[in-house]
Nanobody, 121 residues
Framework: QVQLVESGGGLVQAGGSLRLSCAASGNIFSINVMCWYRQAPGKQLELVAAATSRGSTNYVDFVKGRFTISRDNAKNTVYLQMNNLSPEDTAVYYC???????????????WGQGTQVTVSS
């Protein structure tokens, strides 16, 4: 069974930093794309950043210059370094991955449980 486990969320002051981690476990053949989403109270789920296995990265405009996504393919882990945090960044952050499991060579989309990020002013 493939699972994504997130960590690193917490409470920080505005201008502070957090580093989120998401580790994929199970019988994984490959992970094509790993992404970070977030959902603030009363708002829709939105994409934050994405990274391919080859190192390509993409960001939405409201986090460019502040957030950095990176991957450690040997550990099946994706990170999100968040700097200069604003109260507007307060949300539950979810890890998402498009991957191929070894027991069935087809594409799966897997979600993590989410980790709370709260930024105080």
């Amino acid at each position: 069974q493939v699972q994504l486990v997130e960590s690193g969320g917490g409470l920080v002051q505005a201008g502070g930093s957090l580093r989120l981690s998401c580790a994929a476990s199970g019988n994984i053949f490959s992970i094509n794309v790993m992404c970070w989403y977030r959902q603030a109270p009363g708002k829709q789920l939105e994409l934050v950043a994405a990274a391919t296995s080859r190192g390509s990265t993409n960001y939405v405009d409201f986090v460019k210059g502040r957030f950095t996504i990176s991957r450690d393919n040997a550990k099946n882990t994706v990170y999100l370094q968040m700097n200069n945090l604003s109260p507007e960044d307060t949300a539950v952050y979810y890890c998402n991955a498009d991957l191929i499991a070894t027991q069935k060579m087809t594409l799966y989309n897997v979600w993590g449980q989410g980790t709370q990020v709260t930024v105080s002013s």
